[in-house]
């Protein structure tokens, strides 16, 4: 905030000490008033700008850099061809996962159901 304040002040010194007259004094007071009067306005608008990209910085660097990895307590639940959400299977779960690993994750082939074949 301060230094767009200061701008104010400082900018129209800078336009009359590089003025080698009066018209180029009035020119130069005149130029750095207005330098001035942006910078007042654009300088503490760039450090909200730069607060908010530090702060969402250090949000996203905080939630990224867990060193807590959370593991799923159970597989996710298998929703059938007919797309109604039964309670939880651990079977199904399983063959789903199966499924979609021998699949390498291809999402276009739906589990139906789980048929153990041989002794358990």
Known sequence: YMGGVQGIVSEPYRGLSDAHGVADGVMGVTTG??????GAIVKPAMGLLDFASEVSAGL????????????????????GPDNV????????ALGRETM???NRRSQHEK??????????
């Open 111 to 120: 589990f139906v159901a789980l048929e153990k074949l041989g002794l358990d």
């Open 60 to 79: 996203r660097h905080s939630t990224s850099d867990s060193k807590t990895d959370v593991l799923p307590l159970r597989k996710p639940r298998v929703i």
């Open 85 to 92: 959400l039964r309670p939880f299977n651990r079977e199904d």
């Open 100 to 102: 979609l690993r021998l």
């Open 33 to 38: 008033v207005m330098r001035g009067m942006v």
